[in-house]
């Protein structure tokens, strides 16, 4: 399995912004999807974006639509989650994954990725 960390956590407040990164520890990192999740006390981890393989396309959970961007860095095995906006409601952990299946479209069901990394702590105030 891919070893993937995570960094760029951190404390904001409401209408601020950070960037999440993820290295991943293999140079086939390029051939996988990679997706963020995110998982709030209480409740489930939920998926929050994804990024193909090829041309880098990007599909984004609603909740974060146009607040959220979605970016990999080949050469770097590196993917960047910008997040603008940020809201009270955003606070979770924040959790890189890769799916080496390949799919139709990118996978939303956290079951279907292959690994994860420890997690990143997020916390928007009000």
């Known amino acids: 399995q891919v070893q993937l960390v995570e960094s760029g956590g951190g404390l904001v407040q409401a209408g601020g912004s950070l960037r999440l990164s993820c290295v991943a520890s293999?140079?086939?990192?390029?051939?996988?999807?990679m997706g963020w999740f995110r998982q709030a006390p209480g409740k489930e981890r939920e998926f929050v974006a994804a990024?193909?393989?090829?041309?880098?396309?990007?599909v984004y959970a609603d909740s974060v639509k146009g607040r959220f961007t979605l970016s990999r860095d080949n050469a770097k095995n590196t993917v960047y989650l910008q997040m603008n906006s940020l809201k009270p409601e955003d606070t979770a952990i924040y959790y890189c994954?890769?799916?080496?299946?390949?799919?139709?479209?990118?996978?939303?069901?956290?079951?279907?990725?292959?690994?994860w990394g420890q997690g990143t702590q997020v916390t928007v105030s009000s």
């Open positions: 994954a890769a799916d080496m299946a390949i799919r139709s479209v990118p996978a939303r069901v956290p079951s279907l990725y292959d690994s």
């Open positions: 293999e140079r086939t990192f390029s051939s996988y999807v």
């Open positions: 990024i193909r393989r090829s041309y880098s396309s990007t």
